[in-house]
DNA sequence: AGTTAGTTTAATCATTTGATTAAAATGGTT
DNA sequence: AACCATTTTAATCAAATGATTAAACTAACT
């Protein structure tokens, strides 16, 4: 018997990793509301209903990929804001070359997670604490002991993912001012790396 | 007859106006595929019809807002980064002024043009030749002009918009990680008016 | 080979949703 | 008051969409 539900859940996890995964590309790219199971089966290349059958509703399946989406966000994060043995200056290299890496890897990550946050506020992000994990950071201790420049913590938290995450965010937008393409925009988010850190050290002398 | 169309139209305005107003907030909040026609009809007290017989269709109410909520975000700045009397300092301090008060007034503007500019992006920023108007800004020749640091303008831009913006874009995030309330934040983007011109003008020195 | 548990499919349901239609209401003009 | 153009409504349509059902299929175990 126990052999039979292991071979059952190898085969299972085959389709149903496959139907997360369509999930999560539709999702993180049309939103909920602008999401249709069956464009998530299509992608799946699965009937409409093995996604009932595997996941019950189209909610239950989103809350999978949005809790996923946010833990891939922020997950990293707590790690590093914590890190004892790293100084300030470290703590800002590290944080902006893992961001920017993650928008190497997933562009539209944060627009998806920002805009159905907006729909649903503080239910997501309380999942992982995420307030104590901040506040009482390392990180923000080190902050608060900064020279005479004395910026808020706050901010400088909103300026390091804000620097690294916003060119993503407005990504068409700045490709069309900018007029440049995919490359050129790649190019530019290659040599924002560097920048990003030099700036957010700026903001702390002074 | 003239009279007549007059009277016809002051009529009209009223409940056009009305109807558009509520699809303004309804789709700021919700996008457009987030949006129900019944949920703009309700807001704006009308039967449902009202609106298909004033704007034809629900995309062409969209539209309508899109290209003014576009208007408003870029229209000011047009006129900004090419005012020839003011120096790149002074330009700075009007971009960012301009920005954070437009924010206050319409704190979910942002959100809502990238998240539906990426569903349909280049199309829409086109239309006002943004592309034209920042390339060849003066705002953009003074930046290369600028001394040892040479800063690309592009990077420049991005900063000031995103810095002005972003907090409003992850502001359900900021409330919760920083464990403020409404009132706070608002506190918070008052200094912040100030604190954004400062690092904006870090990044031109040296 | 037959049985059984688990998986997948095609067909269908019920609701939602954008849109239309025909009738009623409104208000100015004659 | 009768008429007319415009506006508003209630009722309805057709398509889209999330979900379910019953049947077909698969593969391990006997």
């Not at 539900?5 to 369509?22: C, M, N, P, R």
């Not at 249709?36 to 909610?59: H, M, P, Q, V």
Request: charged share 25%; aromatic share 8%.
């Amino acid at each position: 018997m126990a052999k039979k539900e292991i071979l059952k859940e190898a085969l299972a996890q085959g389709t149903e990793a496959k139907i997360k995964e369509a999930a999560r590309k539709v999702f993180i790219q049309k939103g909920l509301s602008g999401t249709r199971t069956r464009d998530i089966a299509e992608e799946a290349g699965i009937n409409l209903a093995l996604l009932n059958y595997y996941f019950r509703s189209k909610e239950n399946l989103f809350n999978l990929v949005m809790l996923e989406s946010m833990q891939q966000f922020f997950m990293r994060l707590k790690g590093l804001v914590n890190n004892e043995e790293l100084s300030l200056e470290e703590k800002v290299d590290a944080i902006v070359a893992h961001y920017m890496a993650l928008m190497q890897v997933q562009p539209d990550l944060p627009l998806f997670i920002l805009s159905e946050m907006r729909q649903d506020p503080g239910k997501i992000v309380n999942t992982f604490q995420m307030q104590k994990a901040m506040a009482q950071s390392h990180f923000f201790k080190q902050i608060k002991e900064q020279g005479p420049a004395k910026i808020n913590p706050i901010h400088f938290f909103m300026n390091i993912i804000g620097l690294c995450v916003f060119p993503f965010l407005a990504a068409p937008m700045v490709k069309v001012i900018g007029g440049i393409d995919n490359k050129a925009f790649d190019k530019l988010m290659q040599e924002r790396k560097k920048l990003v850190s030099v700036w957010m050290k700026q903001m702390l002398e002074k």
